[in-house]
């Protein structure tokens, strides 16, 4: 039941997110001077072309109309049809979106596992050599930007040494397989950008719980230091852990708008950069809508797996599975859940991880 | 120039190894420190080179161009403010074009004459002209595509100038060969207004769907295009003045500076279209071993508008005061490093036969004493500038610099790129901007200084300056008539209200392996354009 509410009350929060980004960057754009048609004819926006355009357009209609209106129809998934382009919203977005997540995807996967991997050796060998490196490192590419970065490797691997091509020729015309050969600079670039912070919280964090009391109580069992690190200090470790790969996770929507300038690949964030330049707003509200659930569901299952990495939801299910003792501390374990990771309580969670060995032993 | 020691080419080919790496780190270190120096010394070893390679090119091979798509709005109907600029040479023909000194010559149209009064103009038009889809090339096609010219729902930007002397009763074809216009108004320099980049000529039944079937009697014919995308045209053999020399040319939107510059520097294009490389840059593309810099000789024609409407430029002698103030050989010195020509405040460029070679003084006493006299003295003022264009600030810098001496007190302003032409240019009182070069006289003067035009962006009015043009136009002797835009001209200078400091070479970026890159009068020389290998 309290489960059950805490995951409808942020199913709740999540859509009034949505709508409030899409109405915010309405706003936003209605600030921005000049509209579509002005933005289009630039240095030939005389008064005729300018009326011209804007009544082929149907700029003419009230704007909050065309916003509800535009609302009304996104609601039923139809994203309406671009101004510049003329084309419907929805397949040009789910094209770019799908070249983002080309490159975005990978980037992700190696990116978390190799950062996380890192970041707990670091921590586990602070101040040895190893730690060393993986720390400076990270500092260095977390210091330089990323369209930095993105030149630096073009003029390596693209220009002094041609393995990779330097930019995409092709527009959003391009099939999956004619990208293939372009993805690989900005995946790495975008690796790169998000590795740097996840080694330097998991680090850190792994640093905290090497020096708590259960490892400490671990380590006096005479416990090997693998199984001390993997079994015990990793996964409580990996907790605070988790919502920086959430946020960096939806930050590579931000990134790949850098990314994808340098590159001219044709994905999400160039198409953002364009339609924002053109003030092309059924294209940008569509982009909004879309990266603001991108980013509610990432922190969503960031909570969820912080649920289920948490050493004491896992002794809950554990007892109860073993025997009818653990049902008592129930209510406490499932409050402290909701409460969040970040509450974690030491003691607690030394007594759940315990007794959990004991049951094996 | 050839190089001494292996070109790093060589090294590529037989596959990267530990020295080219190496080698190839340190160059770009330099390459780096030279962008970072930029514009710290005159002296240096890189120079940027006058004008593109000549020679003969190999038949056949592919160009890659690489252009920034203005939108995905955009369209191969010439007639439309929104086309595609780089393939409409290729793909279609005008009337008559503009040969490099402003003069109009034959294109579709083999000869052409007027009645002494000039208001009747008569083509007679070129036979055998055959169009990409089969059709061949009559009277009805040209009257079609300039009836669409004149169509208000085109919004075309030349259907004003055009629709100021005719109307849909004005085009009869007496023969399919022969084209007749009869104007509502004389104009001597009719022709000319036919050269503009939106008179291309497209056939009659096609023009619906013109805008993505770029059907024309060009040397190339279209295979592909998608809007703010890649395309790509092929050599179209029975084109009349005989085959180009390319098999094709593949274009590529790509809307970063910088990225098209390092997709050029990696060998994935040939050229890039439309943008004139600031000179850090050049100097990197130019010390590349794949490629180097073309200029285009006064392509780019900068100017300073003084809202005439604004209560600081209302007075001409505050006016005159600005451009008796500085001096423009020191702006091309400093803005342009030299890659260009002084404007001296007269619009026409030096190659047009009807430039006048008169030329104001610099004085900045002058300037000094006719501030006083309109009692303002030690004027402060904004210069508005942006990064729109890479020659913006540095020229908004040195003027400002220059006109000090006069006891002028300007500010410069940047101003955000996307918006500049929607919100500073033609609002604020002063500030730069620029045109490409190519209009011809009688275009140049109407469209950008006649009162009420809609680029007029000084918003300047004067009614001898009006009247001059009008008896222009109405003046069929050649020499009478350069001597009343002469004398235009020289009201500009006088009275004018756009300043124009310069005119600037456009830094064109291409590959060592192009030859006969040439580009005037908003058109590509695509016939004679090829590679070296």
């Known amino acids: 039941m309290t489960v059950l509410t805490t995951v409808l009350r942020r199913i709740g929060t999540a859509i009034l997110t949505i709508v409030l980004a899409s109405l915010f960057v309405f706003l936003a754009i209605q600030l921005l001077p000049g509209d579509v048609a002005q933005q289009l004819l630039g240095q030939n926006a005389t008064p005729d072309a300018v009326k011209a355009l804007r009544e082929s357009l149907g700029l003419d209609q009230n704007v909050w109309l065309r916003y509800g209106n535009w609302l009304i129809g996104a609601a039923h998934g139809d994203f309406g049809t671009s101004l510049v382009s003329g084309d419907p919203v929805g397949p040009s977005l789910f094209v770019a979106f799908r070249n983002s997540m080309l490159i975005a995807v990978p980037a992700m996967l190696i990116g978390v596992t190799v950062s996380l991997t890192l970041g707990v050796v670091a921590g586990v060998r602070r101040g040895r050599a190893s730690d060393h490196v993986i720390s400076l490192i990270s500092l260095v590419v977390m210091s330089v930007p990323e369209f930095m970065v993105a030149t630096v490797l073009v003029l390596v691997f693209a220009i002094a040494i041609p393995v990779f091509p330097a930019v995409v020729l092709r527009g959003s015309d391009a099939t999956v397989l004619q990208l293939l050969p372009s993805v690989w600079l900005p995946m790495i670039v975008l690796t790169l950008a998000m590795a740097a912070y996840i080694v330097r919280t998991a680090r850190s964090s792994t640093i905290d719980v090497m020096a708590s009391e259960f490892i400490t109580t671990a380590e006096l069992k005479g416990l090997s230091t693998r199984q001390i690190v993997w079994r015990h200090a990793v996964p409580s470790a990996l907790l605070p852990t988790l919502n920086v790969v959430a946020l960096n996770v939806a930050w590579l929507l931000g990134g790949v708008v850098v990314v994808e300038n340098v590159f001219n690949y044709p994905g999400m964030g160039k198409l953002m950069l364009e339609s924002v330049f053109n003030r092309d707003l059924p294209t940008i509200q569509a982009i909004a809508l879309l990266s603001a659930l991108i980013y509610v569901v990432c922190n969503l299952a960031a909570d969820l797996v912080a649920l289920a990495l948490d050493p004491r939801l896992r002794t809950r299910q554990r007892g109860r599975r073993a025997r009818p003792r653990g049902t008592a501390r129930r209510p406490a374990a499932l409050a402290a859940a909701s409460a969040g990771p970040a509450t974690a309580d030491t003691a607690t969670a030394t007594a759940g991880t315990s007794s959990a060995r004991k049951d094996r032993a | 120039m050839p190089p001494i020691v292996p070109s ?121 002209v055959r169009f990409h889809n089969g059709k061949t090339f009559t009277a009805a096609d040209a009257i079609a595509s300039i009836e669409h010219i004149l169509d208000p729902k085109t919004a075309s930007p030349q259907g004003g100038v055009l629709g100021d002397m005719l109307d849909k009763n004005s085009m009869s074809a007496p ?261 490409f070069t190519g209009r011809p006289i009688d275009q140049l003067l109407n469209q950008i200084f006649r009162t009420g035009s809609s680029y007029n962006e000084s918003a300047w009015s004067n009614t001898t300056f009006d009247g001059l043009l009008d008896d222009a136009r109405a003046t069929m002797n050649d020499d009478r008539r350069r001597m009343l835009y002469q004398d235009a001209q020289r009201l500009i200078i006088e009275d004018g209200a756009d300043m124009t400091p310069m005119f600037g070479d456009r830094l064109v970026g291409i590959s060592r392996d192009v030859v006969n890159y040439r580009e005037f009068g908003f058109e590509f020389d695509y016939l004679r354009i090829g590679l070296r290998k």
């Not at chain 2, 514009?39 to 056949?60: D, K, L, N």
């Not at chain 2, 405040?345 to 030096?350: A, I, L, Q, R, Y």
């Not at chain 2, 006299?373 to 890479?390: F, H, L, N, Q, V």
Request: hydrophobic letters at 40%; one cysteine or more; glycine letters at 8%.
């Open chain 2, 8 to 128: 790093p080419m060589n090294d590529h080919e037989r596959g990267p190894s530990r020295r080219t790496l190496l080698t190839g780190a340190a160059g770009l270190a330099g390459l780096g420190l030279l962008t970072l120096t930029g514009c710290t010394s005159g002296a240096r070893s890189t120079t940027i080179p006058e004008g593109a390679a000549t020679g003969i090119a190999a038949r056949g091979g592919r160009l890659r161009i690489a252009r920034p798509a203005a939108s995905a709005a955009e369209t191969l109907d010439s007639a439309s403010s929104l086309s595609a600029y780089e393939y409409l040479g290729a793909l279609y023909n005008r009337l008559v074009k503009q040969n490099q000194a402003g003069e109009t010559v034959a294109d579709l149209a083999e000869e052409w004459n007027a009645t002494p009064d000039g208001t009747t103009w008569t083509f007679r038009l070129r036979k055998g």
């Open chain 2, 175 to 435: 023969d399919p060969y022969t084209l007749r216009f009869d104007l509502t108004k004389p104009n001597a320099e009719f022709p000319s207004l036919l050269t503009a980049y939106q008179c291309y000529i497209v056939p009659a039944g096609e023009i619906a769907t013109i805008g993505t079937t770029g059907i024309g009697t060009g040397p190339f014919k279209l295979s592909s295009f998608a809007p703010a995308g890649s395309g790509s045209v092929e050599a179209f053999d029975d084109h009349f003045a005989g085959r180009p020399a390319l098999d094709g040319i593949d274009f590529s939107s790509i809307q970063d500076t910088t990225a098209r510059v390092n997709a050029l520097l990696a060998g994935q294009i040939d050229l890039i279209s439309q943008t004139n490389l600031d000179f850090a840059t050049a100097r990197v593309v130019s010390a590349s071993s794949r490629a180097t810099v073309a200029r285009v000789k006064n392509a780019q024609w900068y100017t300073i508008p003084m809202l005439a409407t604004s209560t600081e430029f209302k007075d001409p002698m505050v006016r005159q005061a600005m451009k008796f103030a500085y001096d423009p050989k020191v702006i091309v010195a400093t803005a342009l490093q030299g890659t260009g020509s002084p404007g001296w405040d007269n619009p026409v460029p030096p190659t047009l036969a009807a430039f006048d070679d008169d030329r104001r003084v610099y004085d900045p006493d002058k300037a000094r004493a006719l501030l006083k006299k309109a009692g303002r003295s030690g004027m402060k003022t904004s210069i508005y500038t942006s990064s729109y264009e890479s020659v913006f600030t540095p020229m908004a810098v040195a003027y400002r610099d220059q006109v000090k001496a006069a006891g002028i007190d300007l500010t410069v302003r940047n101003a955000s790129s996307d918006s500049y032409y929607t919100e500073i240019w033609m609002q604020k009182p002063l500030m730069v901007s620029y045109w």
